[in-house]
Protein backbone atom coordinates (compact mmCIF):
# COMPACT_ATOMS: atom_id res chain seq x y z
CA UNK A 1 0.00 0.00 0.00
CA UNK A 2 2.65 2.53 0.68
CA UNK A 3 4.23 1.54 -2.76
CA UNK A 4 1.51 2.45 -4.62
CA UNK A 5 0.77 5.67 -2.44
CA UNK A 6 4.20 6.83 -3.17
CA UNK A 7 3.58 5.75 -7.15
CA UNK A 8 0.80 8.29 -7.10
CA UNK A 9 2.48 11.13 -5.49
CA UNK A 10 5.33 10.75 -7.45
CA UNK A 11 3.33 10.57 -10.64
CA UNK A 12 0.95 13.08 -9.87
CA UNK A 13 4.91 15.10 -8.57
CA UNK A 14 5.71 14.55 -12.16
CA UNK A 15 2.71 15.95 -13.68
CA UNK A 16 2.24 18.73 -11.83
CA UNK A 17 5.98 19.74 -12.60
CA UNK A 18 5.70 19.28 -16.35
CA UNK A 19 2.46 21.16 -16.28
CA UNK A 20 4.36 24.29 -14.53
CA UNK A 21 7.56 23.92 -16.73
CA UNK A 22 4.78 24.16 -19.90
CA UNK A 23 3.05 27.23 -18.42
CA UNK A 24 6.33 28.92 -17.71
CA UNK A 25 7.80 27.79 -21.07
CA UNK A 26 5.18 29.48 -22.69
CA UNK A 27 4.72 32.45 -20.91
CA UNK A 28 8.11 32.96 -22.00
CA UNK A 29 7.76 32.24 -25.67
CA UNK A 30 4.61 34.65 -25.84
CA UNK A 31 6.24 37.44 -24.33
CA UNK A 32 8.73 37.88 -26.97
CA UNK A 33 9.15 40.47 -28.97
CA UNK A 34 9.35 37.91 -32.22
CA UNK A 35 5.86 36.28 -30.89
CA UNK A 36 4.21 39.88 -30.65
CA UNK A 37 5.36 40.48 -34.27
CA UNK A 38 4.18 37.29 -35.75
CA UNK A 39 0.88 38.60 -36.50
CA UNK A 40 0.99 41.12 -39.41
CA UNK A 41 -0.99 43.55 -37.65
CA UNK A 42 1.62 43.91 -35.19
CA UNK A 43 4.65 43.66 -37.28
CA UNK A 44 3.54 46.23 -39.78
CA UNK A 45 2.07 49.06 -37.56
CA UNK A 46 3.23 48.95 -34.09
CA UNK A 47 6.25 47.10 -34.00
CA UNK A 48 7.13 49.95 -36.86
CA UNK A 49 6.27 52.58 -35.28
CA UNK A 50 8.28 51.22 -31.82
CA UNK A 51 11.38 50.89 -33.62
CA UNK A 52 11.46 54.69 -34.56
CA UNK A 53 11.56 55.27 -30.81
CA UNK A 54 14.13 55.47 -28.07
CA UNK A 55 12.87 52.66 -26.28
CA UNK A 56 14.18 51.04 -29.40
CA UNK A 57 17.25 52.74 -30.07
CA UNK A 58 19.07 55.04 -27.55
CA UNK A 59 22.70 55.97 -26.61
CA UNK A 60 22.64 53.78 -23.66
CA UNK A 61 21.49 50.64 -25.78
CA UNK A 62 19.09 49.76 -23.83
CA UNK A 63 15.92 48.24 -25.39
CA UNK A 64 12.44 47.71 -24.19
CA UNK A 65 10.85 44.88 -25.58
CA UNK A 66 7.18 44.16 -26.35
CA UNK A 67 6.77 42.45 -22.68
CA UNK A 68 8.56 44.96 -20.85
CA UNK A 69 5.59 47.45 -21.64
CA UNK A 70 2.86 44.93 -21.78
CA UNK A 71 3.39 42.22 -19.36
CA UNK A 72 3.62 43.07 -15.93
CA UNK A 73 6.83 41.17 -14.24
CA UNK A 74 5.07 39.72 -11.09
CA UNK A 75 3.96 36.02 -12.42
CA UNK A 76 0.68 36.48 -11.01
CA UNK A 77 -0.06 39.43 -12.73
CA UNK A 78 1.83 37.72 -16.01
CA UNK A 79 -0.72 34.85 -16.13
CA UNK A 80 -3.69 36.87 -15.39
CA UNK A 81 -2.97 39.04 -18.31
CA UNK A 82 -1.92 35.86 -21.01
CA UNK A 83 -5.73 35.03 -20.23
CA UNK A 84 -6.99 38.23 -21.02
CA UNK A 85 -4.64 38.25 -24.22
CA UNK A 86 -6.86 35.42 -25.28
CA UNK A 87 -9.05 38.44 -27.19
CA UNK A 88 -6.01 39.64 -28.88
CA UNK A 89 -5.90 36.12 -30.36
CA UNK A 90 -9.93 35.66 -31.12
CA UNK A 91 -9.64 39.19 -33.24
CA UNK A 92 -6.72 38.23 -34.98
CA UNK A 93 -8.80 35.17 -35.87
CA UNK A 94 -11.69 37.15 -37.05
CA UNK A 95 -10.03 39.60 -38.62
CA UNK A 96 -10.84 42.51 -37.03
CA UNK A 97 -7.11 44.87 -37.38
CA UNK A 98 -6.14 42.58 -40.05
CA UNK A 99 -5.76 45.63 -42.49
CA UNK A 100 -4.41 49.24 -41.95
CA UNK A 101 -7.88 50.69 -42.57
CA UNK A 102 -9.20 47.96 -39.93
CA UNK A 103 -6.91 49.06 -37.55
CA UNK A 104 -6.54 52.62 -37.84
CA UNK A 105 -9.66 52.43 -36.72
CA UNK A 106 -9.69 50.00 -34.05
CA UNK A 107 -6.43 52.49 -32.71
CA UNK A 108 -7.56 54.41 -29.98
CA UNK A 109 -10.18 51.98 -28.31
CA UNK A 110 -7.07 49.80 -28.59
CA UNK A 111 -4.31 52.41 -26.87
CA UNK A 112 -7.24 53.21 -24.78
CA UNK A 113 -7.58 50.38 -22.46
CA UNK A 114 -3.60 49.97 -22.68
CA UNK A 115 -3.67 53.34 -21.17
CA UNK A 116 -6.98 52.42 -18.70
CA UNK A 117 -4.55 49.25 -17.64
CA UNK A 118 -1.14 51.07 -17.17
CA UNK A 119 -3.10 54.08 -15.10
CA UNK A 120 -4.42 50.97 -12.87
CA UNK A 121 -1.12 49.71 -12.14
CA UNK A 122 0.34 53.22 -11.60
CA UNK A 123 1.98 52.62 -14.97
CA UNK A 124 4.18 49.28 -12.95
CA UNK A 125 5.58 48.64 -16.78
CA UNK A 126 7.11 52.04 -16.73
CA UNK A 127 8.42 51.86 -13.23
CA UNK A 128 10.15 48.20 -13.66
CA UNK A 129 12.93 50.90 -15.41
CA UNK A 130 11.91 53.91 -14.82
CA UNK A 131 11.70 55.70 -11.16
CA UNK A 132 11.08 58.97 -9.98
CA UNK A 133 13.71 58.42 -7.22
CA UNK A 134 16.25 57.27 -9.54
CA UNK A 135 16.22 60.40 -12.02
CA UNK A 136 18.64 63.16 -11.79
CA UNK A 137 16.01 65.73 -12.67
CA UNK A 138 18.73 68.31 -12.82
CA UNK A 139 20.26 66.27 -16.51
CA UNK A 140 16.65 67.15 -17.92
CA UNK A 141 15.48 69.60 -19.90
CA UNK A 142 13.73 72.73 -18.23
CA UNK A 143 10.50 71.15 -19.05
CA UNK A 144 10.87 67.83 -18.53
CA UNK A 145 12.49 68.96 -14.68
CA UNK A 146 9.06 70.98 -14.10
CA UNK A 147 6.89 68.27 -15.11
CA UNK A 148 8.00 65.69 -13.36
CA UNK A 149 8.26 67.48 -10.67
CA UNK A 150 4.88 68.48 -10.87
CA UNK A 151 3.77 65.14 -11.51
CA UNK A 152 5.49 63.60 -8.35
CA UNK A 153 4.39 66.22 -6.22
CA UNK A 154 0.71 65.61 -7.54
CA UNK A 155 0.85 61.92 -7.52
CA UNK A 156 0.60 61.35 -11.04
CA UNK A 157 1.91 58.07 -13.07
CA UNK A 158 3.98 57.82 -16.01
CA UNK A 159 0.71 57.18 -18.89
CA UNK A 160 -0.72 60.46 -17.71
CA UNK A 161 1.85 62.47 -20.12
CA UNK A 162 3.57 60.04 -22.21
CA UNK A 163 0.79 58.43 -23.93
CA UNK A 164 2.31 57.94 -27.88
CA UNK A 165 5.50 57.52 -26.33
CA UNK A 166 6.43 53.84 -28.25
CA UNK A 167 3.75 53.95 -30.75
CA UNK A 168 1.70 56.61 -32.37
CA UNK A 169 -0.61 58.35 -30.95
CA UNK A 170 -4.21 57.50 -32.34
CA UNK A 171 -5.28 60.70 -34.32
CA UNK A 172 -9.03 60.40 -32.49
CA UNK A 173 -6.84 61.30 -29.02
CA UNK A 174 -5.64 64.57 -30.11
CA UNK A 175 -8.98 65.26 -31.51
CA UNK A 176 -10.98 63.85 -28.53
CA UNK A 177 -8.23 66.31 -26.23
CA UNK A 178 -8.82 69.37 -28.18
CA UNK A 179 -12.46 68.95 -27.56
CA UNK A 180 -11.78 68.58 -23.94
CA UNK A 181 -9.55 71.65 -23.80
CA UNK A 182 -12.55 73.31 -25.50
CA UNK A 183 -14.55 72.10 -22.60
CA UNK A 184 -12.19 73.00 -20.01
CA UNK A 185 -11.61 76.81 -21.58
Given at each position: MLKRSLLVLFFF???AIMSVTFVNTAISYTSTTEFCIGCHEMRTTVY????????FKNASGVQASCSDC???????LT????VLAVKDVYHHLQGTIETQEKFEAQRLAMAER????MKN??????????????MDLRKQRRRAFRQHMSGMKNGETCIDCHKGI????PEQAHEKQNDDEE???
Open positions: SLVREYKNTTHHVPHAWYLYRKVWESSNSLECRNCHQFEAAHKKILF
